[in-house]
């Protein structure tokens, strides 16, 4: 069944942008450091990469819309046609794919004096 407005009164019928399809939204992450020991030093560095997708298929007014100026031309059978606004079926592109991507690397350093005092230098992007 299509949206149906009447004059001002609310709309009826089905929501507009029903039915819906969202699938698949994959999602992954791959993440990897490596430590290297070199007398009191110990380097550490790595980087990690985010993979985020969302796709969906939402036609807006799928079924349909009819608008009618009044009560009156909803009984009578006549639309809105007058002003252009007769109604819309199947408007637009439904077919969206929103894609995310991250990347960061990080590199630590950590000296090891002979103290139980452990500093550590580090910058990540």
């Known amino acids: 069944m299509p949206t149906i407005e009447i004059g001002g009164f609310a709309l009826y019928g089905t929501w507009h942008n029903r039915p819906q399809a969202i699938s698949p939204n994959p999602y992954w992450d791959v993440q990897d450091s490596l430590s290297y020991l ?64 991250y990347t960061a690397g990080f590199f630590s350093r950590r000296l090891a004096p002979l103290s139980e005092i452990h500093p550590e230098l580090g910058i990540a992007l």
């Open 38 to 101: 070199v007398g009191k030093h110990s380097l550490k560095f790595g980087g990690e990469f985010t993979h985020i997708e969302a796709d969906s298929y939402i036609p807006d007014y799928g079924r349909g819309r009819v608008n009618f100026p009044d009560l009156a031309s909803f009984f009578q059978g006549i639309t809105d046609s007058g002003s252009g606004k007769a109604g819309k079926a199947l408007v637009g592109n439904p077919t969206r794919r929103m894609l995310n991507t």
